[in-house]
Structures are given as structure tokens and as C-alpha cells.
């Protein structure tokens, strides 16, 4: 499998179950900066993707990702260390449980591309399965896990089923994490809302909330989608 070469830094992932996606790229255009985090925490990075696009949108001297699966593991420390801000970027061989174990660290803004199918469906590649369903990182377990590492003014972003977004709502209450920003994401005009791109802090505001049209024909993108990306992908 070809590395998906970005402007900026290139995705080697033939060896990572969930490959380069939109879901990904849109949250790490998306995740907003304004506050200037300093420390940085991607939960379930995959092959890095959403720790480099902030690498690249940030100054922040920290930025730490999680990767439970030990393939992905490796191609994530490959693609930080062949970046432009390897010496900013670290990977942690852990599970999500076992770094809330064993961390005490607080970080400024914490982000995550979760698994979301709750379906239990097997595809025969165990890999694949655990990195797209939601039983391997349940979301109570991310927001609890989410509110005790965010400083008090921090930001935790996520990208989640559209349909989820009620109950994500409800479990990140039950912790204090407040939603503050909510864009509504669906692949054409006549398309059903597919994804909830989506900011929480401890603190209480009135949410935010948008939406973002991807496509508005086959391979040609809205201005605000390519408004949104165009810092990334080469053709935009």
C-alpha cells in the first residue's frame, strides 16, 4: 500500500488496521487552537494522523498520542519520526486503561478519532475490528478518562457518530466536560447528518453549532470543506 503523502508530512499505514480517513482529517483541521494549547493528547492514534496535523497547526511543545495496537504502534512512531516535529511528538504503547493507570500528566487540549461501531460484527481481522468497535475504547471510559487528564481550562475534541451525539453528550456531563462547539457533518446536500464533530470544556456555554456539506457532486468539494483541509490534502 502507497504512504498517503499530505502537504506537510506523509501517512505510512500498510500496517495499520484503520487506514487514512476523512473522519481524521476533519477533526484535526477542525480541533480549534485559539487557546494556544501547550500539551496535547490524541487518544487512539492510529497511524499518527490527527498528532501530525496539530504538530503542523500548533506550537504546542507536547504532543503525546496513545496506540493499544502494537503494528499501528510502530507505523505511528515511524510517521512522527520521519516528520518535520519528531522531537514534539511521542507514542505511548498502552491501552487507554492502563495510561489512566499509571499518568498523572494534565494536558491543554486532548483529542480523539474513537471506534464507534457498537455493533459486535466481526470482519475475520481482529486488528480492524478492534480499531471500529466502540467495545475497545467505550465512550463512558474515554470521557472519564478525558476529565481527569484535561487542565481546568482545557479543550477535548472528538469525532463521533451523528447519532451518538445525545449520548456522548450525556456521559461527558456525567463528568463535568460541557459541550461548547457541535459541527454536524454529512457527505452531500441531500445526505442524512452521518458525523458530530465536537468540543467540550469544564466550562458552561451555549454550544455552537453548525454544519459542514463535504461534497456537492461526485469529487467536487464545498468551498468550506477545502477551506477547512486545504492546509493538508495535496490536490486541494
Known amino acids: ?101 499509571e499518568m498523572e500528566d494534565k494536558y491543554d487540549l486532548i483529542v480523539s478519532n474513537p471506534p464507534f461501531y457498537a455493533e459486535d460484527v466481526s470482519s475475520g481481522d481482529q486488528s480492524r475490528d478492534n480499531a471500529r468497535q466502540s467495545s475497545s475504547l467505550p465512550f463512558d471510559e474515554l470521557v472519564q478518562g478525558v476529565s481527569r487528564f484535561l487542565t481546568e481550562d482545557g479543550n477535548f475534541a472528538a469525532i463521533i457518530p451523528y447519532k451518538e451525539e445525545g449520548n456522548f453528550i450525556d456521559l461527558a456531563k456525567n463528568v463535568d466536560l460541557l459541550p461548547n462547539r457541535i459541527t454536524r457533518v454529512k457527505g452531500n446536500p441531500e445526505a442524512d447528518f452521518k458525523r458530530s464533530l465536537m468540543e467540550f470544556s469544564f466550562h458552561q456555554n451555549k454550544p455552537y453549532i453548525d454544519s459542514l456539506v463535504i461534497e456537492e457532486g461526485r469529487h467536487q468539494y464545498t468551498k468550506e470543506y477545502i477551506e477547512l483541509t486545504q492546509a493538508f490534502y495535496l490536490k486541494m
Open 1 to 101: 500500500m502507497k504512504p498517503f503523502k499530505f502537504k506537510e508530512f506523509t501517512i505510512h499505514q500498510d500496517k495499520c488496521a484503520m487506514k487514512v480517513g476523512t473522519d481524521g482529517v476533519l477533526l484535526g483541521a477542525w480541533v480549534s487552537l485559539e487557546k494556544h494549547p501547550e500539551s496535547i493528547l490524541d487518544i487512539g492514534s492510529g497511524t499518527g494522523l490527527i498528532a501530525l496535523q496539530l504538530a503542523q497547526r500548533s506550537s504546542a511543545e507536547t504532543i503525546d498520542a496513545i496506540e493499544l495496537d502494537a503494528a499501528a504502534y510502530e507505523q505511528c512512531v515511524g510517521n512522527f519520526e520521519t516528520s518535520p516535529w519528531g522531537d514534539r511528538l511521542f507514542c505511548y504503547h498502552a491501552g487507554f486503561d492502563e495510561f489512566v493507570d
